[in-house]
């Protein structure tokens, strides 16, 4: 039986640990086990349950104060990651052998770990081997995604880390509850971006002219491929929660190895709702 990961990245600030204690409630609430491992060396307080820990591994704090390598908090945290990368077998240990578990990774905020560093992708490969199914989950900051340049840039680092990581890939707007009505509204549009048309909209607002025809040719690429899309995530929606779990959940075919019990003793008249109790119970077990 496979094993379901999601690796929980994006910037610094973008919510990834909010959104793992947010999914390991809302998971208990419909009767689901989901744990989460904590890979950010530099993360000091948990609003979640940790099944392991990085910094049993490594503390970012011996690496800053060695005087042998003398980084820096950016480049120690790096450092942090790449000997992870050479001691996966401290993960295997703490990851155990539990067929059918549902773990979540909370990463460390650092844009280079998605972009080019190969250290995301070492550990992508290995939990692979380790027969779990994967999904990238990519967050971006809400509030900083209401101008079609910052927008721009948000699709980019999304995309730069499908690209290098090779895995399916969801990408979401976190924060969504603290748009006001009318930019949640301005919002709907970088959801599912027509890139071609959010230019033309807005060309004026783009700073500098030189470079009007590189971002058109940006957003005709993302246009074409249509391969950046995010889901509105509100830590405060439940409804909006299950439908990011469910997306993710369809893009590593949870559930679908897991059997479902046929509603043979349901009492007629109650049968729908206790169908959906059973699918749910079945799906969750
Ligand atoms: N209102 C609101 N605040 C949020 C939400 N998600 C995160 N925050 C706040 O944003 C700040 C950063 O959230 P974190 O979850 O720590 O973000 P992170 O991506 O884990 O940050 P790093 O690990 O430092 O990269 C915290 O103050 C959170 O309380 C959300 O959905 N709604
Ligand atoms: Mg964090």
């Known amino acids: 039986m496979p094993r379901y990961a999601q690796l929980v990245m994006g910037p610094a600030g973008s919510g990834k640990s909010t959104y793992c204690a947010t999914l390991v409630q809302h998971a208990e609430a419909i009767h689901r086990s989901v744990q989460v491992v904590n890979l950010d060396p530099a993360a000091e307080h948990f609003s979640y349950p940790v099944m392991a820990d990085i910094r049993e591994l490594i503390q970012v704090d011996d690496v800053m104060e060695d005087p042998s390598l003398r980084f820096g908090p950016n480049g120690g945290l790096v450092f942090c990651m790449e000997y992870l990368a050479n001691n996966l077998d401290w993960l295997e240990e703490n990851l155990g052998h539990v067929e059918d578990d549902y773990i979540l990774f909370d990463c460390p905020g650092q844009i280079e770990l998605y972009t080019h560093l190969p250290v995301m992708k070492q550990l992508v490969e290995q939990l692979q081997q380790w027969e779990f199914r994967v999904c990238g ?5 809400s509030q900083f995604m209401v101008e079609t340049f910052k927008f721009i840039s948000g699709v980019m680092a999304a995309l730069s880390a499908m690209v290098s990581l090779e895995i399916p890939q ?3 707007m976190t924060k969504m509850d603290l748009l006001s009505p009318k930019a949640k509204k301005e919002i709907e549009k970088y959801l599912d971006p027509d890139m071609f048309s959010m230019m033309e909209d807005n060309s004026a607002s783009f700073r500098s002219k030189k470079f009007d025809k590189l971002t058109k040719a940006i957003c005709e690429l993302i246009d074409d491929y ?3 899309r995010f889901l509105p995530f509100d830590r405060s929606d439940e409804e909006g929660i299950n439908i990011v779990l ?3 959940d369809f893009s590593i075919q949870y559930g679908e190895d897991l059997e479902f019990k046929e509603p043979k003793e349901l009492e007629e008249d109650s049968g729908n709702q206790q169908q959906d109790e059973l699918f749910q119970d079945s799906v969750g077990s």
């Open 170 to 172: 969801v990408n979401i």
């Open 246 to 248: 469910q997306n993710i």
């Open 137 to 141: 989950v990519f967050l971006v900051d």
């Open 226 to 228: 249509s391969m950046v």
